[in-house]
């Protein structure tokens, strides 16, 4: 394999080098066809004129021997066409729509005559028929696009819009994960949540075409095999044009929500819950037009987006019973009776119900009772189990806030050259409804999702000679996201309860109190500071993309090539404080029955049985018994910290985070020939090659799998292949599993680079 490889690779450089080639890219489109004569001869030698009176560019060719021409890199744009040549008639189309990424075929057939006489031809539906390649796929044009039903106002929503696509994301039978996305020319797919996710935003009001292909892509394509996604962002014309919007949506002619309106009204008149909080605006403007001094040349664009959302979400939290509250649980019996154990002085545990439940005959710990002093009391009864837990509902602020920046500039250098840069910005902070404060009955909101973006994209764009032409662009995507919570340990100093200090002064001074957490799906009650890991984690990402892309384009003939190399150069870098479950980077005390704590037989009420149904315990209540009791009397089960090491295994102190600062490759190439056999016969004929290199860590903190006994590297590979050759001879095959960093392994990366991807 790795033989048939390199001499793929050896054919592909020799075209590299020996042909440079033709098609639409991603941000341009193809206009090709053939002049003829009212007999159907070919005319060589015509010369076309493709003109965009909105920029005032005009794109000359002439026509080849066989009568062929092409202008193979064609911005979108309403554009005129006309035909020369001495002894015939001016032949000229006054008016059609280029659209990005498609090709457009449009033959022209030249009357004997004087060249002063105009030949004006309507452009027929012809003219819009792909003919030069098989791909599937619709253009939302910017002009409609605003009008579309988009609630985010971002274009990545019309992908749903299109045929064999799902409101999830996938297309034609590929998972969602599969599309790709494209700004002008430059990847911006958000690869890790898949579906209609992009590290740019799409504002539509920001957007010159959408375009979305749902099947056979052509060669230039070779990234995913879902939907290929080509966005071309808006551009100035000769012409100031603009606009200024507000969308705006508000509660007050929403109806109360149900869950709310049952809960009734306070003494007071006042609601239990108040409505929440909805009032949402969209607003912002856009403009382009010429930069005067340099009119028919220099153009700008500028576009401005901003939301204001100060939302509120409704809340449930469990909190305990009054009669919890003084150490009493309560619990029904197999008779039906709800019967009250005082934890303190109550005589009805054991196996014969006549030993007291707490032996040391305090009950209700001081700490435990402290910390639920900080909850407030309930006002849903139909959230718990109404004997030990009962509902808190309340609304909590989770406002949010962007604003998008896009300024764009073009400019254009000659008839045959243009350049083009652009620079956008997007900022947004939202509060979240997982980690909150809930001390007193004041609901408050303790985390934050900060979400930058940056992109710059620069290009030039241009004809080498008349058969050849040439694309060079720059990108840029920066993505910075972040989970930013308030810490547990912070909670428990903020709450100064007794006995939950350290003594250590290195940001662990305290340990955060976990009531029931575990034994089951949730907590058994809620902290005054939630501090479950799922709601208390903090995560940081910064993503980068630095892509680099080169399009040549050549006729030949009937023969149109092209051929290109998108390399892809991606740093990032991932920080996180937990280890998904289990364990923060801050002290956690989890006070339950579970791992260390076992509550025996004589610290619970006699099990309900055939002869006993009253003052006992159902089977079904005991673990809950056991939890209830723990979390009451304080009893730790276990205490949980990150410990985080380097890149030698060697440990570091408690409080560091885990971090992954890597950086990996990406490129791919691809050549393609759209040969024209007759006017209505075309074969496409491609060839894509890519492949990424596995990431590597800055400072080695990386791991491999390892048989334990050997430290030899197991692969997937190796280890079911091992385990099918034991399972034939009727062996056992359960080595032993360890993990080893990778400067210790002898390996260059975490996995192979697989060198096999030829499309």
């Known amino acids: 394999m790795k033989k048939f490889t390199a001499q793929i690779m050896c054919v592909l450089m020799s075209l590299l080098l020996s042909i440079q080639v033709l098609a639409q890219t991603a941000t341009t489109a193809t206009v090709s066809g053939t002049i003829t004569d009212s007999a159907q001869a070919v005319v060589p030698g ?13 794109l000359k060719q002439t026509s080849s021997d066989s009568g062929k021409y092409v202008f193979p890199t064609v911005l979108s744009g309403t554009y005129s066409i006309t035909v020369t040549r001495q002894g015939f008639r001016t032949s000229s189309i006054s008016s059609f729509k280029v659209e990005v990424a498609k090709s457009y075929s449009i033959d022209m057939t030249l009357e004997v005559g004087e060249v002063q006489e105009v030949v004006q031809i309507s452009a027929g539906a012809e003219v819009a028929l792909q003919t030069t390649d098989s791909t599937v796929g619709n253009v939302v044009s910017g002009t409609i696009m605003p009008r579309f039903p988009a609630l985010t106002r971002q274009a990545n929503e019309l992908l749903t819009l299109q045929p064999l696509a799902t409101p999830a994301g996938e297309v034609a039978g590929s998972r969602s994960d599969q599309s790709t996305f494209h700004l002008d020319g430059i990847d911006v797919t958000n690869n890790s949540v898949g579906g209609l996710g992009t590290y740019a935003q799409l504002p539509v009001d920001g957007i010159e075409e959408f375009r979305v292909g749902v099947a056979n892509p052509n060669a230039t394509f070779g990234r995913g095999a879902g939907a290929q996604v080509s966005v071309i962002s808006r551009r100035g014309t000769n012409g100031f044009h603009g606009a200024a919007y507000w969308y705006h949506q508000n509660d007050n002619l929403n109806a109360h929500t149900w869950d709310a309106k049952r809960l009734g009204r306070n003494p007071d008149g006042t609601e239990v819950v108040p409505e929440p909080e909805l009032k949402d605006n969209r607003f912002g403007f856009r403009l382009g037009g010429p930069i005067l001094p340099w009119r028919d040349q220099a153009f700008f664009f500028l576009n401005y987006e901003g939301r204001r959302f100060p939302r509120s979400s409704s809340i449930v939290r469990l909190v305990p019973t009054d009669t919890l509250r003084q150490g009493i649980l309560r619990f029904r019996d197999a008779s039906g009776n709800v019967v009250s154990y005082n934890m303190a002085n109550s005589s009805l545990c054991g196996p014969d119900g006549n030993q007291a439940c707490d032996p040391r005959g305090i009950g209700l710990s001081p700490v435990i009772s402290t910390l639920w002093s900080n909850l407030p009391a309930g006002n849903d009864s139909t959230a718990g189990d109404g004997l030990n837990s009962t509902g808190f509902r309340s609304n909590v602020g989770n406002s949010l806030d962007n604003d998008y920046y896009n300024a764009r500039a073009d400019y254009n250098l000659t008839d045959n050259w243009r350049v083009d840069a652009a620079y956008r910005y997007f900022g947004q902070i939202q509060n979240g409804t997982g980690l909150l404060s809930i001390i007193g009955g004041n609901v408050e909101s303790l985390e934050k999702f900060p979400n930058r973006q940056n992109m710059f994209t620069g290009g030039i764009t241009g004809n080498f000679s008349s058969n050849l032409t040439g694309e060079f662009r720059y990108g840029f995507v920066g993505t910075r996201t972040a989970t930013d919570r308030f810490r547990p340990n ?5 709450l100064a309860i007794p006995g939950t200090e350290t003594g250590i ?50 006729i030949k003939g009937n023969h149109t090539f092209q051929f290109g190399s998108h390399i892809r150069y991606l740093p990032t870098l991932h920080i996180r404080d937990d280890k998904v479950v289990g364990a923060l980077g801050a ?10 704590v076992v509550v025996p037989a004589t610290g619970r009420p006699p099990t309900c049985s ?8 159902t089977a079904a209540d005991a673990q809950q018994w056991d939890r209830l009791f723990a979390s009451s009397l304080g009893l730790i089960d276990n205490i949980s910290v990150l410990a985080v090491r380097d890149g030698s295994l060697n440990p570091l102190p408690f409080g560091e985070t885990l971090e992954a600062d890597t ?10 020939d759209v040969w024209r056999i007759l006017p209505s016969l075309t074969l496409t004929l491609g060839l894509n090659y890519g492949w990424q290199t596995p990431p590597s860590e800055k400072l080695g903190r990386q791991s491999v799998q390892v048989d334990g006994d050997t430290l030899t590297v197991q692969t997937a590979r190796d280890y079911l292949r091992a385990k099918e050759e034991a399972a034939r001879a009727g062996n056992i095959f359960n080595p032993p599993i360890a993990f080893q960093p990778i400067n210790e392994s002898g390996r260059s990366g975490v996995f192979d680079t697989d060198r096999n991807n030829i499309g």
């Not at 002290?587 to 260390?596: E, I, K, N, P, Y």
């Open 46 to 58: 015509a010369e076309i004129e493709l003109y965009n009176p909105a920029t005032n560019q005009r």
């Open 490 to 494: 912070a909670s428990a100093a903020l």
């Open 505 to 554: 002064t290195d940001g662990q001074s305290h340990v955060a109190l976990d009531l029931g957490a575990l034994g089951g799906t949730q907590s058994l009650l809620s902290e005054p500071i939630d501090v479950g890991t799922q709601v208390a984690r903090k995560q940081a990402n910064n993503n980068k993309n630095h892509q680099f892309n080169a399009d040549m384009n050549w």
């Open 587 to 596: 002290l956690v005390a989890q006070l339950d029955s579970g791992r260390s």
């Open 610 to 617: 055939g002869a006993i149904t009253r003052n006992c315990l």
């Open 663 to 672: 950086k990996l490759w990406a490129p791919d190439f691809y050549f393609q």
